[in-house]
């Protein structure tokens, strides 16, 4: 398993994997009074790009294809259409995807919100409890998150990136939910692929969405902060600042 360079997304054993792609966003930042019309179409020839390039013969998306909650809109599903074109794609249900079934007409497979396991790493959206087998597995690929952290540059103005985060687990709090899991199972938080969508976590403490987190079942303050760019920046708590 590595991270692509510059890219919020992994190769691993002939598969790209993905998360929170918000494919037709282009509704909701028209109701902003935003105007970016291309932004889908930017998104699935950046998918194609890697696909191609990496020569995988595998897409799984975790969660979160689609931006509109409840409907499938005509733009995900011919942009689906065609990406299932390019590689066999599985899709492991988001809090987005409500409908996105429709697209099992093109080959696609639907896995469930507890997610599943591929070649040994689990994958999971993150909004849901991980099915127990995803837990016996090295590491643990959750999306759902959108980590972001902030850097104040040289003359005190704020940047935020998108970064990975590797957290190591608390097996205290684990053994609660799971009888059977690995000690050694590593938590990755997976970068957003959609360029526009990102929450920020080292600024103010909020409230971390999905039972993963609430239940503190991996150490997220002392997580590892990756740049996409593969540089490791420290740890989480030590990168806290005040806005």
Not at 6 to 23: C, M, P, Q, Y
Not at 70 to 79: G, N, Q, Y
Not at 95 to 103: F, V
Not at 115 to 135: A, C, D, Q, R, T
Request: contains cysteine; hydrophobic residues 40%; positive net charge.
């Amino acid at each position: 398993m590595r991270f692509l360079y510059n890219k919020s997304a992994i190769l691993h054993r002939n598969a790209i994997i993905i998360g929170d792609v918000h494919f037709g966003m282009e509704e909701r930042l028209r109701e902003e009074g935003i105007y970016d019309e291309t932004l889908s179409e930017r998104i699935f020839n950046d998918i194609k790009k890697l696909i191609l390039k990496t020569r995988a013969k595998k897409l799984i998306i975790a969660g979160d294809v689609k931006d509109n909650i409840l409907e499938l809109d005509w733009k995900t599903l011919d942009i689906l259409r065609r990406l299932s074109q390019i590689a066999s794609i599985t899709i492991i249900k988001g809090n987005h995807d409500g409908g996105i079934e429709k697209c099992e007409t093109f080959g696609i497979t639907i896995a469930p919100a507890g997610g599943i396991v591929y070649e040994k790493i689990g994958i999971m959206h993150g909004h849901s409890w991980p099915n127990e087998n995803l837990m016996k597995c090295n590491y643990l690929i959750s999306a759902h998150q959108h980590p972001q952290v902030a850097f104040i540059d040289r003359s005190g103005r704020i940047h935020k990136e998108a970064v990975w985060l590797v957290a190591e687990p608390d097996r205290k709090n684990i053994k609660k939910h799971y009888k059977m899991f690995n000690e050694r199972i590593r938590l990755v938080m997976m970068p957003a692929f959609n360029p526009l969508v990102g929450s920020t976590i080292n600024i103010r403490k909020e409230k971390q969405l999905g039972p993963v987190f609430n239940n503190k079942l991996f150490k997220l303050n002392d997580a590892l902060v990756i740049r996409l760019d593969g540089c490791l920046v420290g740890k989480l708590k030590d990168i806290n600042i005040k806005e």
